[in-house]
């Protein structure tokens, strides 16, 4: 481990990430202590002072009777070992979450520990990255339950058409979308970009997040500096300030409006 770290906080300072995989030993992410470390300094680098940690946790198997206390038990090992890496970088907050994968018709959420922060929202994603049958219904049962379903990197699932019609099914059912940075940047290829940029036009993203997983840059900075860049910093500092703060305060995102979707063309 290191010594304590002082870093230079870009313009971006505030920014909360609620989509990562920096939480060590417990997913495809950071793998030590050391690689948590090095990835929330990038993050502090890039203007991030609050992290949600949230690592994978598959609905149909976490929430199994039998297989839910020794993988809850494993998270709770990665928290605590997070939790004392991010001690050593002065003024870093880090918070509990899971990026919860719905494997199964009726994902259990109940426990606090992943939903983020704890609170009413929690992250989800959808099995193979593609769109399932009956979606929306999948989203609103978390709805109807009381938890306001967050739909990780929409961008990167296949099986829209030509009109996106799911995405307003989405919204009705009372979910929220979030972004994945790196999307409009490039970094999973021109089709997802563009997908990124044809749900930022309908207007249809609540919030920005990284899906950093403690490799390379999480190029947090690159993103809003691309938004400013094509006159959307308002809807910049919605997306990546004020929605997250207004989530980890248990209050519901404000809307974003219509992004410009040339937008990393």
């Known amino acids: ?3 304590s770290h002082a870093q230079t906080i870009p313009a971006t300072q505030g920014v909360i990430d609620f989509h990562n995989h920096v939480m060590p030993g417990v997913d495809d992410g950071a793998e030590t202590e050391d690689e948590a ?3 929330l300094i990038a993050m502090r680098r890039d203007g991030c002072r609050t992290v949600i940690a949230t690592p994978h946790v598959e609905a149909a198997v976490a929430f199994n009777g039998a297989v839910a206390p020794d993988r809850l038990e494993e ?18 907050d880090v918070r509990r979450g899971a990026e ?8 259990d959420v109940d426990d606090a520990r992943v939903r983020l922060d704890g609170g009413p929202f929690v992250l989800v994603e959808f099995a193979y990255f593609a769109i399932p049958p009956r979606s929306a219904r999948l989203l609103g049962g978390l709805r109807e339950q009381g938890w306001y379903p967050i739909l990780a990197h929409p961008e990167r699932y296949s099986g829209y058409g030509p009109d996106f019609s799911v995405v307003r099914e989405w919204r009705e059912a009372g979910a929220f979308l979030q972004l994945s940075g790196p999307s409009l940047l490039g970094r999973y290829g021109s089709s997802v970009r563009r997908t990124a940029n044809a749900l930022l036009t309908l207007g249809a993203v609540d919030f920005m997040s990284s899906d950093y997983h403690a490799r390379g840059e999480p190029r947090i900075a690159d993103t809003y500096a691309l938004l400013v860049t094509h006159g959307a910093r308002e809807q910049a500092d919605r997306l990546m300030h004020e929605n997250p703060r207004r989530l980890l305060e248990g209050e519901l995102p404000l809307e974003v409006g219509a992004v410009d979707a040339s937008a990393g063309e």
Do not use: K, Q
């Not at 919860?100 to 994902?107: D, E, F, I, K, T």
């Open 1 to 3: 481990m290191h010594s």
């Open 37 to 39: 470390l090095t990835a």
């Open 75 to 92: 998270l709770d090992h990665g928290w605590t070992l997070l939790r004392n890496v991010a001690a050593e970088l002065d003024g870093f």
């Open 100 to 107: 919860v994968r719905l494997s199964s018709a009726n994902p």
